[in-house]
């Protein structure tokens, strides 16, 4: 019997790494944090503690371009805070 590997087997970092560069708003930061993360690792739709997902944050923030990126890596412009 074969056993498949899930190429998410290995745990996730905290979603915080995640929020705390958007919080911080270096584009280049978070542009490297996004390409070197695989979908196993971060969500990039997950609410935050306030109940805002890092693309309301960056809005809220007036930070058009950390905005822009995370749209290209997949942010979801429909959903709402909690």
Do not use: W, Y
């Amino acid at each position: 019997m074969s056993q498949e590997v899930s190429a998410c087997a290995a745990p996730p970092p905290s979603q915080r790494v995640f929020q705390e560069a958007v919080r911080r708003g270096n584009t280049k930061e978070l542009q490297s944090l996004l390409q070197n993360m695989t979908n196993c690792e971060f969500n990039v739709n997950s609410f935050g503690p306030e109940g805002q997902t890092a693309l309301h944050q960056s809005v809220i923030d007036g930070n058009l371009e950390l905005v822009k990126l995370l749209v290209k890596f997949g942010a979801d412009i429909r959903l709402a805070n909690r």
